[in-house]
């Protein structure tokens, strides 16, 4: 109110007064005397402080403070409405949850997708697993593990996945030569990929592509695996020269080596090229080595953001990009924003959070989001691909009036790149947050901060810190299937207990879309924090907890997930436990609570049947190499092998196989003893050793 009927009036009044005070000193230039000026000038100053300073602080201190509630209600208003619109909440879908705790093992069934895609791996301590056990040679790295899904041998899995890329500072430094860091290393390969739930015997994940080079046992072949381009490219190199690249270590010694045949790069054919970039990065090396021939390129901004913000430096872009395998080739995909500062009436997001929380969109004072933009940067050649993901955004249509060869319509999209499109966690963060305050429509319940909301604590690690947004694959209420979508729960303001949550939709046509899901305001419904304490005091449970902790190992706890199935809610969380000296983290318990029950076992079909029972199938699920699973948060890609002294029942294996099993025991026993003392060649000779006592006890038991 005190904006629009002071300041704004005042601001009107003191631009004709500078007119006016401008044609004053105008005029005394025809004038021996400066005196009006001066004098015009002198209550040009005294209106500026009264106009600006003393009237609108009177006007709200005596006019508006006595009847704030009434003179507010109208710019209130405006303010909940543009900033609804500003983040896209306008049309968030608002449907009441009952949560009825009415769960049984018939409902769990009913939803096996659901179940199947429970995420057990958190990525970060994944993230070391990974680095242990795929980086193979010490001058490959995982910058971050992402999760995606695919449909993998004709079911839909959600899996994590990371790319193995070149960290050259982690060559040998006697290897450090200009030569080996231009022209001989100037690639990552290959990638690793892991459903999200599914753990071998030792509590590691079980691979879907691993190794140098990469070995799928999925349908996805991984046909180019050569990374040029990604988040740690940071050197600029040559390709196309006259000594090969190293491509990736052999497995039986040396190296296999390659010539890079892309579009990648920019070509430097001839001398003066050369001396172009000579002077530009500073480098006399690149004129007078004889490496160079006709066909060479130079590669430079090599990393995802720099390359793309080079390009479009009006986009505001996504902290994180993630990889995806698409028709064989390594893609990378980055979300990308159109952001202002000038959305009339709209709450500017960095007013609603601490720096500490802010998203990477809430630069200064924007009060504007739109994910506009999708853009596809190939691993191995580096072209990019935008495409419109939002028709009706104006400030992208604007940018695309400027640069109309830029922007691919959202219509032309193709499939399998669409398939990969995930709703941005930077967005989501950003909206939630503004959600929590402005799901209040009311101006006069928004006035009083009746029902403000708030993302829920959680402890990771051992430490109290804000619960992120996850992915799951889960069937929503009322809808006709499992789809890939992003939901955080919300807790009432300084309570711990659940309020609501929401999810934001990634498939198909109903991309985008947003639905909160709204508990009865008058019943308790578990918070994420609650769960914890409740887990914590459980004896049973936080004495083991306590017992790891005490024999030298590190518990790591991850990320709680709040699964809603069948209108009923289903917490989950992993357990990890790490050598204190050690990087190599292992699944070792899951915990599950449903209502007033909390157990802690091995698995987690193990803790569900605990407190819904034994399943009522017949058999299970197959996993997807054809074999049947009785548990599928626990397999091995080794096989179990029985001893002939196993308790009575058991069967005792002919002569023959009895050998075989006792060399494939004895075998996987050194391969691990290896793994776990980091000889990665011995470990790679008994995986080679296992593979072939594998085949030939299945050609055995064949015949």
């Known amino acids: 109110y005190t904006d629009v009927h002071a300041q704004e009036q005042a601001y009107w009044i003191m631009s004709v007064a500078t007119l006016v005070l401008a044609g004053l000193f105008i005029g005394s230039l025809w004038r021996v005397s400066l005196a009006i000026p001066l004098y015009g000038f002198g209550l040009y100053i005294v209106a500026l402080v009264v106009l600006t300073g003393f009237y609108p602080q009177f006007q709200q201190r005596f006019i508006v403070e006595p009847n704030e509630l009434a003179k507010e209600t109208p710019y209130i208003a405006h303010n909940i409405d543009f900033t609804r619109r500003a983040y896209g909440l306008d049309n968030v879908v608002r449907q009441n949850y009952p949560a009825e705790n009415q769960l049984d093992r018939t409902a769990l069934e009913q939803n096996e997708s659901t179940i199947r895609n429970i995420r057990l791996w958190d990525y970060r301590p994944l993230l070391s697993t990974y680095r242990q056990l795929q980086e193979i040679r010490l001058y490959y790295s995982f910058k971050d593990v992402d999760i995606d899904r695919y449909t993998l041998d004709g079911d839909y899995r959600q899996v994590m996945l990371a790319t193995r890329e070149l960290d050259y500072s982690q060559v040998p430094t006697e290897a450090q030569t200009w030569v080996n860091q231009r022209l001989k290393y100037t690639h990552g390969y290959g990638l690793a990929m892991s459903p999200v739930n599914v753990v071998t015997t030792q509590g590691l994940p079980r691979f879907f592509i691993k190794d140098i080079p990469p070995v799928s046992s999925v349908d996805i072949e991984v046909d180019r695996p050569g990374i040029y381009y990604g988040e740690d490219t940071v050197n600029y190199i040559f390709t196309g020269t006259t000594t090969e690249e190293f491509d990736y270590p052999r497995s039986e010694g040396g190296n296999a080596l390659t010539t890079y045949d892309g579009l990648g790069g920019v070509p430097i054919p001839s001398f003066w090229q050369r001396l172009a970039y000579a002077y530009d990065f500073n480098s006399l090396k690149i004129l007078i080595s004889n490496y160079f021939a006709p066909t060479s390129r130079i590669h430079y901004r090599r990393t995802i953001s720099d390359r793309i913000h080079h390009v479009a430096p009006f986009l505001q872009l996504d902290r994180?990009?993630?990889?995806?395998?698409?028709?064989?080739?390594?893609?990378?995909?980055?979300?990308?924003?159109?952001?202002?500062?000038?959305?009339?009436?709209?709450?500017?997001?960095?007013?609603?959070?601490?720096?500490?929380?802010?998203?990477?969109?809430?630069?200064?004072?924007?009060?504007?989001?739109?994910?506009?933009?999708?853009?596809?940067?190939?691993?191995?050649?580096?072209t990019m691909q935008f495409f419109v993901v939002d028709e009706t955004d104006p400030v992208l249509a604007t940018y695309r009036k400027i640069f109309p060869g830029l922007f691919t319509p959202s219509a032309d999209i193709p499939p399998a790149i669409r398939a990969h499109f995930r709703y941005p966690v930077d967005l989501f963060k950003a909206q939630a947050q503004i959600y929590a305050a402005y799901h209040m429509t009311d101006p006069e319940l928004f006035y009083n901060r009746e029902d403000l909301w708030d993302v829920p604590v959680e402890q990771f690690d051992n430490q109290p810190r804000r619960m992120e947004p996850y992915h799951v694959i889960m069937q929503l209420p009322e809808s006709e299937g499992e789809e890939f979508i992003l939901i955080l729960p919300f807790t009432p303001d300084t309570k711990s207990n659940m309020i609501a949550w929401m999810a934001a939709r990634s498939d198909g046509d109903r991309y985008g879309e947003?639905?909160?899901?709204?508990?009865?305001?008058?019943?308790?419904?578990?918070?994420?924090?609650?769960?914890?304490?409740?887990?914590?005091?459980?004896?049973?449970?936080?004495?083991?907890?306590?017992?790891?902790?005490?024999?030298?190992?590190?518990?790591?706890?991850?990320?709680?997930?709040?699964?809603?199935?069948?209108?009923?809610?289903?917490?989950?969380?992993?357990?990890?436990?790490?050598?204190?000296?050690?990087?190599?983290?292992?699944?070792?318990?899951?915990?599950?609570?449903?209502?007033?029950?909390?157990?802690?076992?091995?698995?987690?079909?193990?803790?569900?049947?605990?407190?819904?029972?034994?399943?009522?199938?017949?058999?299970?699920?197959?996993?997807?190499?054809?074999?049947?699973?009785?548990?599928?948060?626990?397999?091995?890609?080794?096989?179990?092998?029985?001893?002939?002294?196993?308790?009575?029942?058991?069967?005792?294996?002919?002569?023959?196989?009895?050998?075989?099993?006792?060399?494939?025991?004895?075998?996987?026993?050194?391969?691990?003893?290896?793994?776990?003392?980091?000889?990665?060649?011995?470990?790679?000779?008994?995986?080679?050793?296992?593979?072939?006592?594998?085949?030939?006890?299945?050609?055995?038991?064949?015949?």
């Open 320 to 382: 994180d990009p993630y990889i995806t395998v698409i028709d064989g080739k390594l893609q990378w995909i980055m979300d990308a924003y159109t952001v202002s500062d000038r959305f009339p009436y709209s709450q500017p997001l960095g007013r609603t959070t601490t720096s500490a929380s802010r998203p990477n969109i809430a630069r200064g004072s924007v009060n504007y989001v739109r994910n506009s933009v999708k853009i596809v940067v190939d691993a191995y050649d580096g």
């Open 514 to 703: 947003m639905v909160l899901y709204a508990f009865p305001k008058q019943e308790l419904v578990f918070g994420p924090s609650q769960i914890e304490a409740r887990v914590d005091q459980d004896p049973d449970i936080s004495g083991q907890l306590t017992l790891w902790g005490q024999e030298g190992s590190q518990v790591i706890r991850g990320n709680l997930l709040v699964i809603p199935i069948e209108r009923s809610l289903l917490y989950v969380e992993p357990i990890y436990l790490q050598a204190e000296t050690g990087e190599l983290p292992e699944l070792k318990r899951v915990i599950v609570a449903y209502d007033d029950q909390v157990v802690m076992t091995e698995t987690l079909e193990a803790s569900l049947t605990e407190i819904f029972g034994a399943s009522t199938s017949a058999s299970s699920p197959p996993d997807d190499t054809g074999d049947t699973i009785d548990n599928p948060v626990n397999q091995s890609d080794e096989p179990e092998v029985s001893s002939p002294n196993d308790s009575a029942g058991t069967a005792v294996l002919p002569d023959g196989l009895a050998e075989l099993a006792e060399a494939l025991s004895t075998t996987y026993d050194e391969a691990q003893a290896a793994l776990q003392q980091g000889n990665w060649d011995t470990y790679g000779a008994k995986q080679a050793e296992l593979e072939t006592l594998i085949q030939e006890f299945k050609q055995q038991v064949e015949n």
